[in-house]
Every structure is written in structure tokens, then in C-alpha cells.
């Protein structure tokens, strides 16, 4: 164990910087203080030149199902004194910067927020039972910062609008297809060949892993503005009677009704 936390498993072996959300009562959503401590393990992995790859991930049969919608409030996902201050968009940031490869490890649910993290990571590797997709537009919320540009990179811009527009769920051979994830293997096989993946990257030339990775980057830099938007864009709209209505439709188990709300022509 690298680091005792509440929210996350940290640990690090062999090179490897593991992160694993740890709150499988709510399928490893995240509220301020998971993205908190994920932002900390991070850092930590960062700066430790014992540590080649980080590999993100859940426990207990499942990757994350987004942001905690038992702690949203009217301005967002509260802490635990009541203050809406998700710093998600930190930890986009972060998996995006530290200078080695990040794994998405996905076993279960990778869905709403949970999924945009998987899709901001370097590679990533799924189990046979895995599922996909985000939920915003159902639960009133949205990504439109890398969640939307990043996941169009790498599907394209129609399936990415689909994914986004209709809210279905996609198995990892669908995902697989769909260049979303690099490997489909059986889950007991999961962490094996996550292993092995992260010893063939161990054993490169640490510098040119890093340089690549920043020349891959590179192309979508200039989404930050885009993302610093988008993620404001969702926190105003977090206080309105719609996204309300979307949040609470989850937690009464129901369908939305979003009907009495304009489409507004601006
Ligand atoms: C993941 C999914 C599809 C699973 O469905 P199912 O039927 O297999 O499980 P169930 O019964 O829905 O979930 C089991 C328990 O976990 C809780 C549920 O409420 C349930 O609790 P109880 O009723 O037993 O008390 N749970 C699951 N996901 C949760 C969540 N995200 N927050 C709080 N509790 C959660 C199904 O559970 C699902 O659709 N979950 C919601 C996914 C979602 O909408 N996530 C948020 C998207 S928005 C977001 O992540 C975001 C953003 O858009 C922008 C910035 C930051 C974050």
C-alpha cells in the first residue's frame, strides 16, 4: 500500500502506480474527495522515477459509474461539508500530463464520468464483461469538454455523437470494434494481461514513452480552454430546475421527464 486512503486503493509495485476507485457500493462513483485523493495518487506517481505506468481502475467487478448522484446538489457534487467543488477536470488534467502511459483497466461499469476517464486514458484494456457508455443527457449532465472531442478522436464523430445523444450501453466487443478499447480479454485474465502490458512498456526506452506521449497530446492541447468551458457550462447547469430533473429521475428510479423544458432556440 503506497498510501492509506478512504476513497481510492493506491499501491505501487514493480514499476507499476496502481489506482483503484473503492466505493463498490455505488459501483466506484466518485464524489470530491475520490477525485481528491486520485489526484493525490497521481501527483505521487508523477514524481516517483521508480514508476514507469499507472494503471486506473475499480474494485469489486466494476471500473466507475461517474459522479456520486446521492451527494449532487444544486451547484454539484458536494463534499462532505457541503461545498460543490468536484475538481474532475483537475484529474482529466493529470491523467493527461503525467509524463507515462496511464492504463484504464475496465471490468464492469464504465459509465457517465467513469467512462470519460477510461477514454482519457493512454490504452485501455477490458474484461469480457465490461460495459460502456455515458448517461449525461438522461441524468442531467454533460461532458463537453475532452468527453466529447477526445471520444470523437477516437471513435468518430458519429458513433461519439451517438454515444452521447442516445445513452446506450456497449459491450467490449462493441467497444472493441469501435476502437475504443485496445484488448478484450476473459476477466480472470484482466490484471495478467494488464501486467504484461505495463512490463512490455516497462522495458522501453523511458524517454521516448514520454516524448511520444506528449506528441500524442499535442494534437488535442488546445482543448483545455474548451474543457475549462465545459466543465463551468456544467456546474451553471447543474443549478437548473432541468438538470434537477434529471438527477433526482435516478435517484426515484424513474424515467425523466424533461418535456416542460425549451429547446431553446440560442
Ligand atoms: C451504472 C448503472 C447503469 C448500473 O445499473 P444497475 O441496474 O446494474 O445497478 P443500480 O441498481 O443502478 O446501482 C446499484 C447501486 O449503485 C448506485 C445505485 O443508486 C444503486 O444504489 P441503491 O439503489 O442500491 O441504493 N449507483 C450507481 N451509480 C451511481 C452513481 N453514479 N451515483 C450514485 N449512486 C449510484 C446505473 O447504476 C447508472 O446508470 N448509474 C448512474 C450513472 C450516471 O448517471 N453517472 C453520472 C453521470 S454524470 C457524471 O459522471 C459527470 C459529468 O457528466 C460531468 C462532470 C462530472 C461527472
Known amino acids: 500500500m503506497a498510501q492509506d486512503y ?15 476507485f473503492n466505493r463498490p457500493q455505488v459501483l ?4 470530491p474527495r475520490t477525485i481528491d485523493e486520485m489526484i493525490e495518487a497521481f501527483q505521487d506517481a508523477w514524481y516517483d522515477d521508480s514508476i514507469g505506468v499507472a494503471v486506473l481502475t475499480g474494485e469489486r467487478g ?23 467543488r468536484l475538481q474532475v477536470r483537475n484529474l482529466h488534467r ?17 459509465i457517465g464520468g467513469g467512462h470519460v476517464l477510461h477514454v482519457i486514458c493512454d490504452l485501455t484494456l477490458a474484461s469480457d464483461r465490461a460495459i460502456f457508455g455515458q448517461t449525461g443527457p438522461k441524468v442531467g449532465s454533460f461532458d463537453a469538454g475532452f468527453g466529447a472531442m477526445y471520444l470523437a478522436r477516437i471513435v ?22 469501435m476502437g475504443l478499447v485496445n ?9 495478467a494481461e494488464t501486467e504484461r502490458w505495463c512490463k512490455l512498456i516497462l522495458e522501453k526506452s523511458p524517454t521516448s514513452i514520454r516524448m511520444m506521449k506528449f506528441g500524442f497530446n499535442a494534437d488535442t492541447d488546445h482543448g483545455y480552454g474548451l474543457q475549462a468551458l465545459a466543465h463551468s457550462a456544467t456546474s451553471l ?11 433526482m429521475a ?3 428510479k424513474r424515467k425523466p421527464d424533461f418535456d416542460e423544458f425549451r429547446r431553446s432556440p440560442w
Open 6 to 20: 478512504q476513497d481510492i486503493i493506491y499501491t505501487k509495485k514493480d514499476g507499476i502506480a496502481t489506482m483503484s
Open 28 to 31: 466506484n462513483a466518485f464524489r
Open 62 to 84: 466494476n471500473f466507475s459509474s461517474g459522479g456520486d448522484q446521492k451527494i449532487r446538489g444544486h451547484g454539484g457534487y458536494e463534499d462532505e461539508g457541503g461545498t460543490p
Open 94 to 110: 493529470l491523467i493527461r500530463e503525467i509524463p507515462k502511459p496511464v492504463i484504464a483497466k475496465v471490468d464492469g461499469y464504465a
Open 156 to 177: 468518430g464523430e458519429k458513433k461519439a455523437r451517438e454515444i452521447w445523444y442516445l445513452c446506450l450501453q456497449y459491450s467490449a466487443q462493441e467497444a472493441l470494434e
Open 183 to 191: 484488448k478484450v480479454v476473459p476477466q480472470a485474465e484482466l490484471d
Open 237 to 247: 447547469f447543474y443549478t437548473s430546475e432541468e438538470a434537477r430533473e434529471g438527477r
Open 250 to 252: 435516478f435517484l426515484e
